[in-house]
């Protein structure tokens, strides 16, 4: 059995997890973007939704493939960062810390928004704050 | 002072090539007529933004903006903020001709996916094209192109009627804008061609041909490869809505980018996968009388081989164009993957059918995807679009992928600078490609030219009244003696900023099939590679020896008067820089300096990238023929079956 004070605080890890797969810029590979991991998803919906209603010929399943896998890679590495930083941050447990983190995200989506801090080089505009990526 | 005109227009009629053109059309007579022909520089292969890829990477002009730019207007480049053009392109010197050339697939698929008051506009993949451009690019493109099986999108409706129906309108307003821009009055000016490409590409080997109509008379509406998925039926297709309709229409097909074609471009099987026969040969060349030897995505001449050095000139590594990003595919060409074998296969055919299904002449074009035409300058070159580099995002300092190039020209030698007498002169193979320059390329064969031809005056009315021009089959045999072939070349002059580079040399390239093996050699015929010519890469000056005019009269010495054989000539200007050196020094990079080269400019500094390049020309061949009976009787005009 773990040691309680080893165990990260429960719920910081997803609300962490949550906030980087909502801000953090991730490269996407092959198309030179950076953007945070629910815009590869919202790609991976749409070209799904392409391959489904008109069929996976040509470079469809290419493409969709590529994005899944970066969605499901990324989605990993972020667990994984979330889990560890929740951990190096069990020491500061409580409700205090989950304020703590979710007004940082908070401040972060902020600042996303009234930045240009993604490169989408699927967009009309080649740099897009976080309310374009999410858009 | 009567009688001396006289004598002189009896003496130019009697020198004057055999085969006038025929007029197809109503229109003024040409003020200017040079019966021993002059040179006309063009483009056969435009882009705008009727065409899906275009559209899907920036491109806002249309076909009337590609006339206005051929004539010598500004038209705008991507990116556009508001509706405005950020950038913006004019040529130095106008053409005397063009053809928009825009792709008949997803030719009403674009216009649907653009206008809301078609239906299709919401649909899911319109919605996706104009939300994210570059994804709708990447996805529509290569579904529709790449597509051994292509088929259209859901909301084109049963049949694809929604498609075919917005179709219509770009292609009338093809045909408007042709004829809004050619030039009917007595100066000749400028003369336009109905055209568009068919873009077959069967699991992403590319099999595309120009479509070129002779005069306004046109199909109702253009072949397309989702409908229509094999060269052979885009043939069967133009002979029974054109050629055979029992009215004007008249058309040929220019097959381009055989480099990645992977060998599919020039088949010697048919459909059925039987073997072709001397009809099917017939049928072929009736309809391809050109190839494109050089554009933007490479140049197709001749494979890298250790006997042509000139040969690494413009390839490209791979042999499909989908294979680009994924080195791990590529791998050599399969035979025919370029012209100067295919050239030489096509003898190989001929002995074997009785004709010879690949007797191409040889013009260059650009494929600008910016509805720029003619666009081919090294110095200034943003690009051409198509898909290589994204410009709905601004075109980057390093413009396009370092492989590609500006493309070439088209030059067609004719009476005057109309439809018909342009159209003759591709019916009849009397062209040639440069890979950007205005060289004027001249080149006769014959039995009994002087040796003195190039000394005189009349070099021209010498190699049309003792011979044949370039596109043309050798006369009769009338003694032992080998063939004489008379080359020429003058130098581009330049003018309004243009470059002129000196010429180095003059290589006759000659081509056989013996013993069913294809064969090839190179003769250097005038000027000389050790000429001591180079170019300052800093500066982009060039320095050394070089010629104005090139000009020689050859034998072949090893001319075997029972095998079949084709020349072509190819002239070589003295090196001068590459557009990527241009860009590169524009941008102030220093390969020395790290922070000088960020993102594409790294291109900068790949040693792999040629930072020269020794422009050229290609003439179109000469053919000899020893069986009179397989000789061409000579399509001078019309097409006849």
């Known amino acids: ?135 | 002072m009567t009688t001396v005109a006289g004598v002189v227009l009896v003496a130019l009629a009697l020198a004057s090539p055999a085969a006038a053109f025929e007029r197809s059309e109503s229109r003024a007579a040409c003020r200017e007529r040079a019966p021993l022909r002059k040179p006309f520089f063009g483009d056969t292969h435009v882009h705008t933004s009727y065409s899906f890829d275009a559209m899907g990477q920036g491109t806002r002009t249309t076909p009337r903006d590609a006339y206005r730019f051929a004539r010598g207007e500004a038209i705008g480049l991507p990116p556009y903020v508001d509706g405005a053009a950020s950038n913006s392109a004019q040529l130095r010197r106008p053409l005397d001709f063009a053809v928009v050339t825009d792709h008949s697939d997803l030719l009403g698929e674009t216009q649907i996916c653009q206008n809301p008051d078609l239906d299709g506009y919401d649909s899911l993949i319109c919605t996706l094209v104009r939300r994210w451009p570059l994804l709708g690019y990447s996805l529509v493109n290569g579904y529709v192109y790449s597509n051994a099986s292509p088929r259209r999108y859901s909301f084109c409706g049963d049949g694809g009627r929604a498609c075919h129906a917005a179709a219509r309108q770009p292609w009338s307003a093809t045909q408007a804008a042709a004829e809004e821009f050619y030039d009917r009055t007595p100066s000749c000016a400028f003369t336009t061609f109905v055209g568009y490409e068919w873009t077959g590409m069967p699991d992403g080997n590319n099999i595309h041909r120009n479509i070129v109509f002779r005069n306004e008379e046109v199909q109702a509406a253009p072949t397309t490869y989702l409908e229509t998925p094999t060269a052979e039926g885009l043939w069967r297709a133009l002979s029974e809505e054109c050629l055979d309709s029992g009215g004007r229409c008249d058309a040929i097909a220019i097959p381009h980018n055989s480099n990645v074609s992977n060998g599919l471009m020039f088949q010697t099987r048919r459909d059925d996968g039987s073997p072709i026969d001397a009809d099917d040969a017939r049928r072929r060349s009736r309809i391809e009388t050109l190839v494109e030897i050089t554009q933007h995505k490479g140049d197709s001449e001749c494979r890298l081989n250790a006997n042509d050095e000139l040969c690494n000139f413009e390839t490209v590594p791979w042999v499909r164009m989908m294979d680009a990003m994924q080195p791990s595919l590529w791998r050599p060409a399969p035979p025919r993957s370029f012209v100067r074998e295919t050239l030489a296969s096509g003898l190989g055919e001929q002995a074997r059918v009785g004709v010879n299904p690949f007797k191409l002449g040889i013009i260059g074009s650009t494929d600008t995807h910016f509805s720029t035409p003619g666009m081919v300058d090294e110095d200034t070159h943003p690009g051409h679009g198509a898909g290589t580099v994204f410009a709905a995002h601004g075109i980057p300092p390093f413009p396009d992928d370092p492989r590609f190039n500006p493309g070439g020209l088209a030059v067609l030698w004719a009476e005057e600078n109309s439809r018909d007498a342009l159209f003759a002169a591709m019916r009849r193979r009397e062209a040639y490609g440069t890979s950007g320059p205005r060289i004027v390329a001249r080149f006769f064969g014959g039995w009994d030219y002087p040796d003195s031809m190039c000394d005189s005056a009349s070099f021209a009315e010498l190699g049309y009244q003792r011979g044949v021009p370039m596109g043309s089959d050798l006369p009769p045999r009338g003694s032992d003696a080998p063939p004489v072939f008379a080359v020429s070349a003058l130098r581009d002059p330049g003018g309004g900023g243009a470059p002129s580079t000196p010429l180095q040399r003059i290589q006759i390239v000659k081509l056989w099939s013996a013993g069913g093996k294809d064969e090839q050699r190179v003769y250097e015929v005038a000027g000389t590679p050790e000429n001591g010519a180079g170019v300052d890469l800093a500066s982009c000056e060039t320095h050394g020896a070089g010629a104005d005019r090139l000009c020689a009269v050859w034998r072949d010495p090893d001319f075997d008067a029972a095998v079949p054989a084709a020349y072509y000539a190819r002239i070589v200007e003295n090196p001068s820089c590459r557009w990527n050196t241009y860009a590169c020094n524009r941008n102030r990079v220093d390969c020395d300096r790290p922070e000088t080269f960020a993102g594409t400019l790294q291109h900068c500094c790949d040693p792999q990238i040629p930072k020269t390049i020794q422009e050229r020309a290609w003439t179109s061949p000469i053919w000899y023929t020893p069986n009179p009976a397989q000789r061409d009787s000579g399509q001078t005009d019309r097409a006849r079956q």
């Open chain 1, 1 to 135: 059995m773990a040691n309680r004070d080893s165990r990260p605080e429960p719920g910081i890890g997803w609300l962490l997890w949550a906030g980087l797969a909502l801000l953090l810029p991730l490269p996407l590979l092959v198309f030179d973007g950076m953007v945070p991991l629910v815009r590869i998803v919202l790609l991976a919906t749409v070209t799904a939704a392409v391959a489904i209603r008109e069929g996976a010929a040509g470079p469809v399943q290419m493409i969709l493939v590529m994005f899944v896998a970066h969605a499901m890679i990324y989605a990993a590495v972020l667990a994984l960062a979330a889990r560890l930083a929740s951990r190096a941050l069990r020491r500061w447990s409580g409700p205090r810390l989950r304020r703590i983190v979710f007004a940082g995200i908070l401040a972060a989506a902020v600042l996303a928004s009234i930045t240009t801090p993604y490169a989408t080089p699927f967009a009309p505009a080649p740099r897009s704050s976080l309310l374009g990526v999410l858009s």
